[in-house]
Nanobody
Framework: VQLQASGGGAVQAGGSLTLSCAASGFTFDDYAIAWFRQAPGKEREFVAGISWSDYSTLYGDSVKGRFSISRDNTRNTAYLQMSSLQPEDTAVYYC?????????WGQGTQVTVSS
């Protein structure tokens, strides 16, 4: 089982990035996908999630209206489109695949937003 998060980098405030989460080793279609982030010295924070069934989405309050989660089951990949990035969005971003008691995590990708 593997979740490979990628697409992080350094951007200026107001910029955009798209993160990818490539999955392998399990039936991607059957799992909800979520993005979390963790900034230095802070707890892990829920960012966004997308269901496996009807692709319904959920967002953390701090990213609503700026971030968009999607998935492409044909590519076993989920995405997080981030726009209007702010310095407070700086964190390591992790993707997770969840189905009932089963939960898989990727290794994280760093996003750094400068003012």
């Amino acid at each position: 089982v593997q979740l490979q998060a990628s697409g992080g980098g350094a951007v200026q405030a107001g910029g955009s990035l798209t993160l990818s989460c490539a999955a392998s080793g399990f039936t991607f279609d059957d799992y909800a996908i979520a993005w979390f982030r963790q900034a230095p010295g802070k707890e892990r924070e829920f960012v966004a999630g997308i269901s496996w069934s009807d692709y319904s989405t959920l967002y953390g309050d701090s990213v609503k209206g700026r971030f968009s989660i999607s998935r492409d089951n044909t590519r076993n990949t989920a995405y997080l489109q981030m726009s209007s990035l702010q310095p407070e969005d700086t964190a390591v971003y992790y993707c997770s695949a969840i189905r009932g008691p089963y939960e898989y995590w990727g290794q994280g990708t760093q996003v750094t937003v400068s003012s």
